[in-house]
């Protein structure tokens, strides 16, 4: 089976890496001539508009999947009159669409923060009105790693928010003090089976994530209010493929922040647990396989390689059992270059090698 993926970045690179053992074969589609993937599979620069592209990309594929949510709808659906292109549009059309997203959200019942459109400067007081001070102002497109967004501590700095932001239509949100934040990630195959990972803890600074650590001593209540909020999400949007919905916890609720129609970051842990990774899974969905273990063998963590990377060595050096994922990519501030992956027989020697390499990488 070969597979076509929009964008050529590390989710693009990860997806081929776990699916060439199945025998899979993988042609991607990025602007960037550099793009990461382009070092594992076949790469075709060009852009997602330009369908001469999509039809050189698109020939002698099976299936279409995206690692990249920001790919114009218009694109999957282009390519949706050709081959199967999954996740479908809808789901690509609702998750790069804060309103959309906070919409669906809103019609499934599941609980967000309090959040009010923001199309004109003049929405700025009656979104304040609803949300309340501080809040977040966020660009309704394009937003990614903590990019497009603006926490305003007075209707001043709201207004500033605005034009900081481009007078672009925007979403205030309340700014939750959550206790965590936790996401799932999970997976639907065609049929509607679904197959979901343990809640995971996040830690991120300046809106990139740090660190990721699946839950150990899952509280099964909460397990189960996430795996219910992302399988009505997934079971709205006939979704096929891996989903990740993010969640602030808040007074002991589960406030969904966002979701990503792809495979996730706060899922890389899945590579070295023991389970079938999310990528994998993915792909089993997408190609009508059945979906694998999400139960993982092993408790473990996950850092991120912000930035900059140490050396190979020195991280293997300071701890032989990590795992390293590098991407491949050019060291530049706040990109995201690599993972480390640890897992640990015990809580006590998870911590300290977690806390060893973070103090390693720099977070
Ligand atoms: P997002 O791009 O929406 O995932 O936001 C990036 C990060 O900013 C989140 O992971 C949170 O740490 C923080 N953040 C975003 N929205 C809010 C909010 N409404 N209240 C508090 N923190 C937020």
Request: aromatic fraction near 14%; charge should be negative.
């Given at each position: 089976m070969k597979i076509g993926v929009l964008g050529a970045g590390q989710l693009g690179r990860m997806l081929a890496l776990a699916g060439y053992?199945?025998?899979?074969?993988?042609?991607?589609?990025?602007?960037n001539p550099a793009a990461c993937a382009g070092q594992v599979g076949e790469l075709i620069v060009g852009e997602f508009n330009d369908y001469r592209a999509l039809d050189r990309?698109?020939?002698g594929l099976d299936v279409v999947t995206y690692e990249f949510e920001n790919v114009p709808v218009?694109?999957?659906?282009?390519?949706s009159s050709k081959l199967p292109v999954l996740p479908g549009a809808q789901a690509l059309a609702t998750a790069q669409d804060r309103a959309a997203e906070k919409s669906c959200f809103k019609e499934l019942g599941i609980p967000t923060p309090l959040n009010h459109n923001v199309n004109d400067e003049s929405d700025i007081s009656?979104?304040?009105g609803v949300t309340g001070l501080p809040a977040v102002f966020k660009t309704r497109r394009h937003g990614y790693?903590?990019?497009?967004q603006l926490v305003a501590h007075s209707e001043a700095e709201a207004l500033q928010a605005w034009e900081k932001l481009g007078r672009v239509p925007l979403i205030c949100e309340q700014h939750v003090p959550f206790e965590r934040e936790l996401s799932m990630v999970a997976a639907r195959q065609i049929t509607g089976e679904c197959v979901f990972y343990p809640?995971?803890?996040n830690w991120h600074t300046e809106g990139i994530l740090r660190k990721s650590v699946p839950q150990t001593n899952i509280n099964l209540d909460l397990q189960s209010r996430a795996e219910s909020k992302i399988r009505s999400v997934m079971d709205h949007l006939g979704y096929v493929g891996v989903m990740a919905l993010e969640f602030f916890l808040h007074k002991g609720r589960l406030l969904a922040n966002e979701m990503a129609p792809r495979v996730h970051n706060s899922g890389h842990w899945t590579m070295?647990?023991?389970c079938v990774s999310q990528f994998e899974n993915h792909l089993r969905a997408i190609a009508g396989l059945p979906l694998g273990s999400t139960q993982p063998l092993s408790i473990s963590a996950m850092i991120n390689l912000i930035g900059?990377?140490?050396e190979v060595d020195s991280i293997l050096r300071a701890e032989p059992t990590a795992r390293v994922h590098l991407y491949g990519k050019d060291p530049k501030p706040g990109r995201k270059l690599g993972h480390i992956n640890i897992t640990a027989p015990g809580l006590e020697s998870l911590k300290r090698k977690t806390e060893r390499l973070s103090k390693l990488v720099g977070g």
């Open positions: 053992p199945l025998g899979f074969q993988f042609r991607f589609l990025d602007h990309f698109v020939d218009e694109a999957a659906q282009y390519l009656k979104a304040l790693d903590g990019k497009g809640l995971t803890e070295d647990a023991g900059h990377a140490p």
